[in-house]
């Protein structure tokens, strides 16, 4: 998380995630990351999003991940339009106002990230949290996303401060290479 000490020095909780083909974070306290006695903390994929959601291979229904990943956000514009499309496609289409399928997956991928990255928020008071991924590329997350997390949020002020990672794309190859040495 190389760029938190120049964003916030002296940054004590710092919440990765990971909005891509898959969905899933981390934890990191006073800079040592936080396992948890199962080695599952972070793990906000597989928390329950929509109950009347898809069935996650889990066996759960409605996780994270069945709703704000990549191809899941790809299905559910699919699921409207009849049409299957790219993210960075139903993204151009949003941009441009000319389709109301690409609107109403933007709305709902902005509504649902709100939802589920409050939680995290009122539970760790996180100093920054870091999203990497190709869906934590949507600028909408950092402008809309942000607003709607606060919408959510038990504090009456909150200051949620979203990044994107440093290293781009490439921070997971970083992190795991780090693992192994």
């Known amino acids: 998380m190389g760029i938190i000490p120049e964003k916030i020095p002296g940054a004590e909780v710092v919440l990765g995630l990971i909005l891509g083909t ?3 974070g981390g934890i990191v306290v006073n800079g040592k990351v936080l396992y948890g006695r199962q080695g599952i903390a972070g793990e906000w994929g597989h928390n329950i999003l929509d109950e009347a959601g898809e069935k996650c291979y889990c066996g759960k229904t409605g996780c994270v991940e069945t709703v704000l990943s990549g191809p899941a956000l790809q299905r559910f514009y ?3 339009s009849g049409e299957e499309i790219k993210l960075p496609v139903i993204m151009e289409r949003y941009r441009a106002g000319n389709d109301a399928h690409a609107t109403k997956t933007v709305e709902r991928m902005v509504q649902y990230f709100g939802k589920g990255l409050s939680v995290l928020v009122n539970i ?3 100093d920054a949290i870091v999203i990497g991924g190709g869906v ?3 600028a909408e997350l950092y402008q809309e996303g942000a607003e709607a997390v606060k919408k959510y949020v038990f504090n009456t002020r909150p200051d949620i401060l979203l990044l994107k990672p440093k290293l781009g794309d490439s921070a997971g190859v970083f992190g795991a290479a780090m693992l192994t040495a």
């Open 78 to 80: 699919a699921s409207l």
């Open 124 to 126: 760790l008071d996180p």
């Open 22 to 24: 898959g969905v899933g």
């Open 136 to 138: 934590g590329n949507i």
